[in-house]
């Protein structure tokens, strides 16, 4: 049963439920992962509040991979649980992963997939629109304005559009361009990828489209309504979370809980595939 408390003052958090199987295991990994960063911070020689928010750090990180698996790919509830790993990987393994960013495209999947079941409320959509500004200015990513754009656009134009996106789409595609005139930004600055790591980054992206493409139908039932997830809404939602994480290929650090999570899926989703026709 959904947290009808929690639908009233937002349409995109989903409750985490600890007391069932799949909620403890998530909390479980948190814990182990705010142990594992204040461990790994420790040993860098930091201080104690460095340390203190490398726990956090890590706690968030794997939360939100797991969460943004889940919903990149609402189906396969136990693939998730290897983004997961993967996000725990990253954010013991990167000092500072891009958690601002990875939850603000969490948002954006969920209001243009609706897993909820509920169309986004308008404080949700400008909270959303004003998160994505602050990622442009804060993490120095003026093309993410250019994925929140899409989102809201998608959000405004598929099954029970809500018109009012447009103006979103449109507040945050000026975002992304005053920041480019005002930092003298032009077409120059985007570059192929050029080193190994994001070569992989790459592959798994490509990799994840394509399975995105085969998407064929979608079994998922929104948490309020019961209702069948829209199967063109599934795949837009895997293609913002795609867009997010191609936008910043070139800055490793704020995208590589997206990338690992986005590898998780792929791995979890080709194993799937082997099992299944691997002869009796």
Not at 18 to 33: N, Q, R, S
Not at 169 to 190: F, R
Request: glycine fraction near 10%; charge should be positive; aromatic fraction near 8%.
């Amino acid at each position: 049963m959904a947290n009808l408390r929690m639908y009233q003052l937002t349409s995109l958090g989903r409750p985490l439920k600890p007391g069932v199987p799949p909620g403890k295991v998530v909390v479980y990994a948190m814990a182990v992962a705010a142990l594992l960063g204040l461990v790994v911070s420790w040993a860098r020689g930091e201080g104690a509040l460095a340390v203190a928010i490398a726990a956090g750090v890590s706690a968030l990180g794997v939360f939100g991979a797991w969460a943004l698996a889940r919903e990149l790919m609402p189906d396969d509830k136990a693939v998730a649980y290897l983004s997961m790993a993967a996000g725990l990987l990253v954010v013991l393994w990167v000092a500072s992963p891009g958690l601002l960013l990875l939850f603000v495209t969490l948002g954006l999947v969920r209001m243009v997939n609706r897993s909820g079941g509920l169309p986004p409320k308008p404080t949700d959509s400008l909270i959303l629109m004003v998160l994505s500004i602050w990622v442009i200015y804060s993490a120095e990513m003026p093309l993410f304005g250019l994925v929140a754009a899409v989102a809201f656009a998608l959000d405004g134009s598929l099954r029970e559009p809500l018109r009012a996106q447009w103006v979103h789409a449109m507040l945050c595609l000026g975002g992304t361009i005053v920041y480019m005139v005002d930092h003298d930004i032009g077409l120059g600055a985007l570059h192929w990828p050029n080193t190994l790591v994001e070569w992989l980054a790459v592959l798994f992206i490509l990799i994840f489209a394509l399975d995105a493409l085969l998407l064929k139908r979608v079994r998922s039932r929104g948490d309020v309504d019961g209702l069948k997830l829209d199967l063109k809404r599934v795949r837009s939602g895997m293609l913002v979370g795609l867009l997010a994480a191609i936008q910043g290929i070139h800055q490793p650090h704020e995208v590589v809980i997206i990338v690992a999570t986005i590898a998780g899926l792929c791995i979890g989703i080709a194993f799937r595939k082997r099992f299944r026709v691997a002869p009796a």
